[in-house]
Every structure is written in C-alpha cells, then in structure tokens.
C-alpha cells in the first residue's frame, strides 16, 4: 500500500486539474458572454442573475480592471488555468527533469495569479463598485487552488523504494482521470459555444432592455420610467444636431466606452438621417467611469470646434476595454483636424471637467438607470430599433 502523502499527493493532482479545466470553462463562458454583450445577463441566462442589479460583468470589464498590458483578463484567465492544467499533467506523467520544473513552476504560477485575482476582486468592491459573477467564481477557482497550493508543499514528499516498480496502475487510473476531464471539458466548452452561437440576442437587450428570450417588445415608451421635464436636462453646451426649431426633442446618453451605446449610436445615426428635419437630437454624454471622463471632455472640446460627430466616430472605432490614453486622443484629434496639444493641455487643466460632472449629476436626476437610453420629449424610449424610433419621432411630431 503506497504511503499516506504519496496518495495525498496523487489526489491533489487530481485536485489541481479539475479545478484548472472548470477554470477553462468559466473563462471559456466568459469570453463567449463578453462577446455577445452580457445580452443573457452576467451568468449568460435571464434571469440567471438572481440578485438583478447586483451584477454588471459588462461594466467591470470595461474599466481598467477588464485587461492587463493591453490584454483581456479572458485571456490571461486562459492562460493561467492552461498553465495549471500543462504543470499538472507535467508532474503526474512527464519525466523527473519535467516533473521537477512542474513542482517549481505551479506554485509561483497559482501564486501570482492569487495576487491578481486578489486585486481584481478589491477593485470590484472597493473602487468601481461593479460586481461580474464569472469574474468572482474564477476568483473563487483561483482561491481553492492557492489553499490546495498550500496544502501540497505542506506534505513531504516520499523517494520510491529502488527496489520497486513504478505503480504502473496508478499512473493508468491517473491517466483515465485525466483522459475523461479532458474529453468532458472539450465537450462542454464546444456545447457552450455553439448553444450561444444559435441563440439569437435577447430582445432589446443591446439598448439595454431585458425581456424573454426571443420575444421583442412592442414599440412604445418604457413604462418603468418617469417622463422628465426637459428644461432639467437641456443645457446650453450640449452637443447637437437635427433642427433646433423643431417641436420634438430627442436626447441620447451615451458612454463612449459602452460598446451597446457604439451600436446604438449608428441606429441614431440613420434616424437622424431620416428624421433630421422633425426633431432636435442632442447628446448628453455620461461617465460610468473614470476612465470615460478625459474621453468626454475631448467631446465636448470638439464640439467647440464643430468636430463633435469626427471626435465621437473616432472614439468608438478605437473602442477598447480600459479606456484610450491620452495619446489615443490626441491622435484622433490630429486626425479630424484638431490641436493635438491643445487638447492635452485642455485634459491636463481640467477646464471641461465641471461639464463632464454635471452630465453625471443630470443622469442622477433623471433616474437614468444606465446606458444608452434615449429619451424622446421627455419619455425614456422602451423598444431602441431605427424604424420604432422613427415613428415615436412621426407620432410626436404631429
């Protein structure tokens, strides 16, 4: 009977690559949400979320807690549980020289991803005050696989008798474990995608409505909102386009990191190009994040200039998790003929800022519950499609 740490050992093995392929998985799932918008909700269901609010996977991915060096952290959790799964597969079957690098590697490996993992975590809870479920289960997975890291170290490891032959049927049940996890993540992993693949968007969802799967709601207004008097939300510096003399007034708030509020700016786009003459568009744009503020006041120095519309396209064709730099600013701004250093200096004194924050304090008021939103003569627009908006725009304007 081999001895008590040598089975222990073998089980953390198993330990280790269980938890390292649901690792898989769970990015697997998250990159596969991330990609459709967070549509199904944080967990990819609606409903799934129990808690509602609780969680917004879309908005913690977009600050800077989304990425790392300019990488996706889907990515990086990829990596990491990759590497979990190879040492582990390295030190229960490679040779002693593998086997070697393998039981220095994991642990540095499982220990710098706990620290990471530690940091998005506070991030989530201390700073932007956004929660992602999938993000707080791989914290969760990264977590158990320090304690395990923990646990292995701890046990003493045992030189195999010279006299004895390996156990030749442990390494075969060892590889028949590790043979079904493999085939059971591979399957799982292609059923996940090929499941959201078939599955049409959820109605309403890229304008930030949720209802049932496959069911579109009716054109109208949303009935969960207040109508909101006008003179409360319109301001002198606000971006605009359309007639200004018309009777009916459509406001449109945005993030410029919002990739819902991307897409929602190009229906706007066609409507405008179809309704411009019934109605006065104007653009109310609301920082989620701290990221999305110097990005804003480059929007509204463009608008200054009569290059609002360049300065917004430009943006949202470079739209990026965490935000664009400075130095993506300015180079957009060199693009559509503006003062590149004007525009830094304009960021660094700060003189937009107050304008930036009074949008904030605007969308509080209002009860804006998030973006994009779009409100017509003070009624928060329920179904966001170019020809429903059209004709709420008709209907008003008679």
């Not at 949720?210 to 069911?215: A, C, D, E, N």
Request: hydrophobic share 45%.
């Amino acid at each position: 009977m081999p001895p008590s740490s040598t089975l222990n050992r073998s089980v953390l093995n198993r330990v280790f690559l269980a938890l390292g392929l649901f690792g898989i998985l769970v990015v697997v799932h998250l990159g596969i949400q991330a990609g459709r918008g967070f549509d199904q909700g944080c967990l990819g269901f609606l409903g799934g979320d129990a808690s509602g609010s609780t969680f917004d996977c879309a908005a913690v991915l977009q600050t800077s807690a989304g990425s790392f060096l300019g990488i996706s952290n889907t990515v990086w959790g990829f990596l990491f549980y990759g590497f979990v799964v190879v040492t582990t597969l390295m030190i229960m079957f490679a040779d002693k020289g593998l086997q070697d690098i393998g039981h220095k590697a994991r642990p540095v490996g499982i220990g710098l991803g706990f620290l990471y993992s530690l940091y998005l975590v506070y991030y989530q809870f201390a700073v932007i005050g956004e929660l992602c479920a999938l993000c707080l289960l791989s914290a969760a997975l990264v977590l158990l696989l320090a304690i395990t890291v923990v646990i292995y170290m701890r046990l003493p490891e045992v030189t195999p008798h010279p006299k004895k032959r390996p156990a030749k049927n442990k390494n075969m049940k060892d590889l028949r474990f590790a043979s079904v996890l493999v085939f059971l993540t591979v399957i799982l992993a292609g059923a996940d995608f090929l499941y959201f693949s078939a599955l049409q968007p959820a109605g309403g969802s890229a304008a930030g409505i949720t209802g049932q799967p496959g069911q579109q709601p009716a054109c109208g207004y949303d009935p969960s909102m207040n109508p909101v008097d006008l003179a409360t939300v319109l301001g002198a510096n606000d971006p605009s386009v359309g007639n200004p003399d018309a009777a009916v007034t459509v406001v449109e708030f945005f993030d410029p990191n919002c990739p819902h509020c991307r897409t929602m700016h190009s229906i706007m786009e066609m409507v405008v190009e179809d309704h411009g003459d019934k109605a006065h568009f104007v653009y109310k744009p609301v920082a989620l994040w701290e990221i999305s503020v110097p990005q804003i006041e480059a929007l509204y120095l463009a608008d200054e200039q009569g290059k609002f519309d360049e300065m917004l396209t430009g943006q949202f064709e470079r739209q990026r998790q965490g935000g664009l730099s400075v130095t993506e600013l300015q180079s957009i701004a060199s693009d559509i003929g503006m003062d590149p250093d004007e525009l830094g200096e304009v960021l660094e004194n700060g003189r937009l800022r107050p304008l930036v924050m009074q949008q904030r304090m605007i969308a509080s008021t209002v009860g804006l519950r998030g973006v994009p939103a779009l409100m017509i003569d003070g009624r928060f627009v329920g179904t966001r499609t170019a020809e429903c908006i059209g004709q709420l725009i008709e209907e008003a304007a008679q």
